[in-house]
């Protein structure tokens, strides 16, 4: 498998979609299986954080010869703390755009991808919001296309 670091815009869109009023609002609230309890991120910047972390944890488990922080994606802490605030300010600044919910689904498994090469990402809070949002974004999904059916 490969990894890379993920745009702070994709990270910012993703964490948003739990917060965003309508149909994929989960207000940041997702059950963690593995740990058997109830998470919520007080805000999409709390949430895009997590999985900017996440993503970097993963990058540095699957090149970890090829540099201190993110595999060598990120040269320094001052560009990693630059990623992170890159990231949380996406999530701000995009609260209310719209995603058509394929779109969010398929980006949401791209992140899964990315994200996915540290030994506990099936216990990881990054991988229980995801599966979340791709919840949201497939029962949305099914929501319009039935509609479309009673046409």
């Known amino acids: 498998m490969s990894c890379y670091l993920m745009n ?4 910012g ?7 965003k009023p309508g149909i994929y609002s989960s207000k ?5 299986g593995a740990a058997k309890e109830l998470v919520q991120y007080e805000s999409a910047e709390e949430a895009a954080l997590a999985l900017a972390v996440q ?6 488990a699957r090149y970890p010869n090829h540099g201190e922080i993110a595999g060598g ?4 802490a001052e ?3 630059a990623y992170l605030a890159g990231c949380a300010f ?3 600044k995009a609260k209310n755009a719209y995603m058509k919910p394929m779109e969010l689904y398929g980006l949401v498994k791209t992140y899964e991808y990315q994200a996915c090469e540290t030994n506990d990402w099936y216990e990881a809070n990054a991988f229980w919001f995801c599966n979340a949002v791709a919840h949201q974004a497939a029962s949305a999904e099914q929501r319009a296309q ?5 046409v």
């Open 13 to 19: 869109a993703i964490a948003k979609a739990s917060f």
């Open 79 to 81: 560009e990693e703390k």
């Open 8 to 11: 702070e815009e994709e990270i």
């Open 73 to 76: 994606f990120l040269k320094s």
């Open 55 to 60: 993503n970097i944890a993963s990058c540095q």
């Open 146 to 150: 039935e509609e479309k059916e009673v």
């Open 90 to 92: 996406a999530a701000s």
């Open 28 to 32: 940041g609230r997702f059950y963690n």
